[in-house]
């Protein structure tokens, strides 16, 4: 198996030469470019495919293809070298990870020709162009073997989503949206690489694996307690890991800096199930695990990675509540959901949080491109009282969508449950030792009640009871393009738990914990990148709810899946029925409060508009005024103040021009005679 | 006499230019000036210098040529050129610039053409010089003869207020130039040397330095008080905050093609001559003493300038004030006084030559079709202009230092280098703070974007504003291309620069 690693470069390189062919012959090409796009995608997926199973054999590929740029670190005194490369890792990890996006690409290319093809949409080539880049930014970041080139790559997916969500320029708000989220995850992006900077210079290496990772050199610097730049080195470590969380906090969309995505749904549907499933947010959360060896040196970092988490699950979850256009509802629940996979990896749950982010990426795929068929079926309606009877209408497309909106709200045998119930079990366990940790757990339980809630009250506005508008009563056609990646993501949503059934395995004491014994390298892997690694270098003590481990896993299970189900039910109970009252009249000034998004936009607006700009304009008149006044006012006294000087200030620049060339030629001529040119 | 001839194709190609028929003149200029473009490209790969051309220690100075000029007194004044690893970048960035400026200048120039391209051909002929020139005096002239072409081109063939900015921009880079000359002059004076040869000048300086008083300074405080001075000329130059007013106006006034020259190779002759002069020439105990001061200028002038750019509603000012942004980086590059630090800011001399000019560029395209440049008229081009849109938006992004174009290596590069430099206290805490331009730069330029591009289309002109004709597009295909490759491989110039950077900071100097 191992000779399939020489065309690991192709996984990412096909998508990027879609994007040239697209981009430059698209207009020529029959269905605009997607045809590239599809062919490429699953060239990409059939070597995921083939990685993964090499990955399984028990390979592992890591290699350096090109050097970048190489130097020395650090003042002349303790040069050292350093070198800049691009290098590919294939671990079971980013092996996952391939597949998981290569698929989610694959299919979001599929359902393209229905979504984007069919409505008759303009500028498909630049649409399937920026989806190849897209796609190649993700991959190559994935598989990037360290982190430099993550970031690189990591910036490029930045610069895809904001040409994507951009993607129809003419109206106003798409250009906005992509600012914002531009803008938004480039303030992370600053923390992100200002922590590469400070870890290359620190430790002289950005590799994440091998025996001279950043890791390795930390934890040898830890042991030789050395001083880093003025900080012990727990301490600087949990600087730089920070840092680096910054970029993972604007792009994963945690708090504080979630606001830019519920404004990215001004992108195509499309766009925002690739931005959501497997891109552009996955990138944070999987740079995280990526580095997760680093982090697992510093249980501050950690424990801010599981409050950051355990709050933003919540704080987005209740604000998802009372969205009224159904692309908004699913964009909260993705900050709410990747809410879920920081806490289960800042507790030290890596593979629950690895877990969730590929069930995640199966069911927010599918709720996405189910709203994208909704949007066809209501004639570009997204607003959800408007909706409702679609069930009849379109048997596909809700049955598809309820498996993913089961697995959204965590509800058994649905992937969701198996995921979130081991996040919210990790830190349970991690709680009961440390009752710190509870608080952050707590966070997470509450958010499966409006979970629930919201991701019902979203089925049943859209599918059930009488239809609320003509365009309701009289649905548009989707055909096979839109049905088929639908059915196989409601499939995955359904199936996906399976690869990590824990309570089971753990209660009847079977070995079917595939995913974790797949992480933990009993297949294949490298040594420090396993889960015991790890958690041998956390040495997390954990306790359990009446010294039991069985009871522990029966009393959480049960909690958080009574939870969503009462959450489910209430939205059920008030929504259900053939014409559904809006209730949220009744929250008062809370409903105001969550409308608003807690006027955290307002904020980061006056940040920039209230704040910055007068700043800016500010400094812009003390520039014309004081700056320059001084120059122009040292400039009027000496020059043209005297008298003499006043006559040659004809104001004709030629005559200037005259004197100026006069002066030079004049000048070259006794310089000339001087040195004896003319002799 | 490979440089002679890129200076004698230049000079003699301005001559023919200047009294060629106008009609033909822009075409003419072309095919000249890529004789410059050709030879500069071939020299490139044929390069086989070493080292730092002011050091003499081991390393070979390509290209070299040296004559006997002029004797003053016991002085002698040398014709003496020639290349190393840092000179070369900036020479061929010179002459593929300057061809494409004279293409970028076929359709906005209408008016006493001949005398236009001559011109260009003139500036190009002395920036070579500049960049070539090992000698002080042969250095100061042409240093010196670049401002006349520049002030003509901004004075004739300017906008509303170009006298004014013209004027601005030739007293105020001249009267720096003279504090300089003087302090140069005067250091010279102090030491053991009868030549201007540079790296004669450096070796005296390296290993003994002043010997003589001069004002009733010697030794260190002489060699101090010079390299401020000299410092303070060159930062009118670069621009370095609070010398950079004269830049905006110029930009403003100057048309396109002296735009895209002004911020794309002039400004680097600042931090060209500061790398030759202040960080290589004085040892390190002169320059640590004003390392921290010179590194807060270099962070003020990156967020000063840049919140400056922010408030802007001219397209063009915009750009040209992200120059005394980008600027500052190259000075926190040159003082943390590192690999990387050095040879990043001498990356981004090159990196930002290329993106400047390629944004000015684009700027000119669509003022050439909308007539306006204010962010506030423009809305929705990109449906009118998809390739010059496109274009700028690419442009844009390399500004922001977007990874595999050059901007990023270049910024990276400087970054790393500053961040763990030995040499500068507080270098973490200096760099973080002026990494934060890389947010401020993408706001307003993305604010921009916004403005003029897209949204729907409102310009209400009396006439259909159609595509820009190819020879507007191509040379900014030609600087996309640069930049990319530069982006993906910067080794392409990056090794160059290193291997005469590192003779710098191995040579510490001790008196």
């Known amino acids: 198996m191992e000779g399939i690693f020489t065309y690991a470069p192709a996984i990412a390189l096909l998508p990027l030469a879609a994007f040239v062919v697209a981009l430059c012959f698209g207009n020529a090409m029959p269905k605009k470019g997607a045809i590239a796009g599809i062919f490429a995608t699953a060239g990409s997926l059939g070597l995921s495919l083939l990685m993964l199973a090499a990955v399984a054999s028990g390979e592992v590929h890591h290699e350096t293809y090109y050097q970048w740029a190489a130097g020395e670190t650090a003042g002349h005194s303790a040069a050292q070298g350093i070198e800049f490369t691009f290098g590919i890792l294939i671990d079971p990890l980013s092996a996952l990870m391939l597949v998981i996006v290569s698929l989610i690409a694959l299919l979001v290319h599929v359902f393209s020709l229905g979504y984007m093809n069919a409505e008759g949409e303009t500028g498909l080539p630049r649409y399937y162009a920026e989806l190849g880049l897209f796609t190649f930014s993700m991959l190559a970041f994935v598989y990037a073997d360290n982190l430099l080139m993550a970031f690189m790559f990591f910036e490029l997916v930045g610069l895809c989503s904001y040409l994507l969500i951009g993607f129809w320029f003419r109206t106003e708000s798409a250009p906005s949206a992509a600012k914002k989220a531009f803008l938004v995850t480039r303030f992370g992006d600053y923390f992100f690489l200002v922590g590469v900077v400070a870890i290359g210079a620190t430790f002289g290496t950005l590799a994440f694996a091998g025996d001279n990772s950043f890791v390795a050199q930390a934890e040898a610097a830890l042991d030789g307690g050395e001083t880093l730049f003025g900080f012990d080195a727990r301490t600087w470590i949990t600087i730089t890991g920070l840092l680096v969380l910054g970029g993972v906090i604007g792009k994963s969309a945690q708090f504080p800096l979630q606001t830019w995505l519920p404004d990215a749904m001004e992108g195509p549907t499309t766009v925002s199930a690739l931005i959501h499933a497997a891109t552009m947010v996955a990138a944070g959360v999987y740079l995280v695990a990526r580095m997760f060896g680093y982090y697992a040196l510093s249980p501050t970092a950690l424990g801010i990675i599981a409050f950051v988490g355990g709050f933003t699950a919540l704080f987005a979850a209740s604000m998802a509540v009372v969205k009224d256009d159904i692309k908004q509802v699913l964009a909260y629940s993705t900050i709410s959901q990747y809410g879920y996979m920081m806490l289960g990896l800042g507790v030290g749950g890596y593979v629950a949080g690895v877990f969730h982010l590929m069930n995640h990426a199966f069911f927010k795929a599918l709720l996405f491109l189910g709203a994208g068929a909704v949007i066809i079926l209501m004639h570009h309606e997204q607003n959800m009282w408007k909706m409702g009877g679609l069930k009849e209408k379109a048997p596909v497309t809700y049955y598809t969508f309820l498996a993913g909106a089961l697995a959204l709200a965590g509800i058994i045998p649905f992937s969701g449950f198996w995921s979130k119930d081991e996040v919210l079990y990790d830190a349970l366990i991690l709680g009961l030792e440390n009752q710190l940790y509870l608080a952050a757990y707590a966070m997470g339980l509450i958010a499966v009640f409006f979970t629930g809630f919201y991701t019902f009250r979203m089925v049943v506005l859209t599918f059930h009871g009488e239809p609320r508008s003509e365009a309701a009563e009289d649905p548009h056609d989707i055909g096979w393009s839109v049905k088929a990646p639908l059915i196989v993501l409601g499939l995955l949503s359904l199936t996906a738990g399976i690869a990590n059934l824990a309570p089971v395995g753990k209660l009847l004491d079977m070995d079917i914990m595939f995913l974790e014994m797949w992480l933990d390298g009993h297949y294949g892997g490298l040594e420090e990148l396993t889960y015991g690694a790890y958690s041998d270098t956390l040495a997390h003590e954990t306790g359990a709810i009446a010294g039991s481990e069985q009871t522990t896993l029966l009393v959480g299970a049960a909690l958080s899946l009574g939870l969503a189900l009462s959450g489910a039910g209430l939205a059920w109970t008030l929504y259900s029925g053939s014409d559904p009252a809006q209730h949220t009249q009744r929250l008062g000034s809370v409903r105001e409060l969550l409308r608003s998004n807690y006027y955290q936009d307002e904020f980061q607006v006056w940040l920039a508009e209230g704040l910055t700009l007068p700043v800016a304009r500010t400094a812009d008149r003390f520039d014309q005024s004081v700056i320059d006044g001084v120059v122009d006012g040292v400039s009027s006294v000496s020059l043209f103040g005297s008298g003499w000087i006043k006559r040659i200030q004809t104001g004709i620049v030629t005559n200037y021009a005259a004197l100026i060339v006069g002066g030079f030629v004049g000048l070259l001529v006794v310089l000339g005679v001087y040195g004896g040119w003319f002799v | ?511």
């Open chain 2, 1 to 511: 006499m490979m440089i002679e001839l890129l200076i004698g194709v230049a000079l003699l190609g301005a001559l023919v230019t200047f009294v060629a028929p106008n009609r033909i003149a822009g075409k003419l200029a072309f095919a000249i000036s890529l004789v410059p473009a050709a030879l500069s490209v071939y020299m490139f790969t044929a390069f086989d210098g070493s080292g730092n051309a002011l050091l003499a220690d081991g390393g070979v100075i390509a290209f070299e040529s040296s004559t006997e000029w002029i004797r003053l007194g016991e002085y002698t004044i040398s014709w003496f050129v020639g290349l190393d690893g840092i000179s070369l970048p900036l020479v061929v960035l010179t002459t593929v610039l300057i061809t494409l400026a004279i293409v970028s200048s076929w359709t906005p120039i209408d008016d006493r053409e001949s005398q236009f391209y001559g011109l260009l051909l003139f500036i190009e002929a002395n920036l070579i010089g500049v960049f070539t020139a090992l000698d002080f005096f042969l250095w100061f002239i042409f240093w010196e003869a670049v401002l006349i072409p520049m002030y003509l081109l901004i004075g004739i063939w300017g906008g509303p207020r170009r006298k004014y900015a013209a004027i601005k921009f030739f007293v105020y880079t001249n009267v720096a130039s003279l504090v300089m000359f003087g302090a140069f002059v005067t250091l010279v004076f102090s030491l053991d040397v009868t030549t201007f040869a540079l790296p004669a000048i450096t070796t005296a300086m390296l290993e003994t330095g002043p010997q003589a008083e001069i004002f009733g300074l010697g030794g260190t405080s002489l060699a101090s008080a010079v390299f401020l001075a000299m410092f303070l000329g060159f930062a009118v130059k670069v621009p370095i905050v609070p010398f950079h007013t004269w830049l905006p106006d110029a930009h403003v006034e100057a048309p396109t093609p002296a735009s895209v020259l002004l911020a794309g190779v002039l400004l680097k002759m600042g931090t060209y001559a500061l790398l030759r002069f202040n960080f290589t020439m004085f040892p390190e105990e002169v320059i640590s003493a004003f390392a921290v001061p010179i590194a807060a200028i270099a962070a003020i002038s990156v967020i000063y300038g840049a919140l400056l750019a922010l408030a802007q509603t001219d397209l063009k000012r915009v750009v040209a004030y992200s120059s005394v942004s980008s600027m500052g980086y190259v000075i926190l590059g040159l003082v943390a006084f590192t690999q990387f630090g050095v040879g990043g800011a001498t990356f981004q001399m090159v990196s930002h030559g290329l993106v400047s000019g390629l944004m000015f560029m684009a700027v000119g395209v669509i003022y050439n079709a909308t007539h306006t440049r204010m962010l506030t008229d423009m809305s929705g081009l990109a449906d009118k202009m998809p390739l010059a849109v496109g274009v700028l938006i690419a442009g844009s992004f390399a500004y922001m230092g977007l990874p595999l174009m050059s901007g990023f290596a270049a910024e990276y590069f400087i970054f790393f280098g500053s961040f763990g430099s030995e040499f500068l206290e507080y270098a973490p805490l200096i760099t973080a703070v002026a990494m934060f331009g890389i947010v401020i730069v993408a706001g307003y330029l993305l604010f921009a974007l916004q403005r003029a591009v897209f949204g729907p289309y409102l310009l209400e002109t009396d006439y259909e504003i159609g595509r820009a004709p190819l020879h507007d597009i191509a040379p900014m295909f030609v600087l996309l291309a640069i930049i990319i490759a530069l982006g993906v491989a910067p080794e392409l110039i990056f090794d160059m620069i290193t291997d005469a950077v590192d003779p710098i900071l191995e040579n510490g100097g001790e008196w």
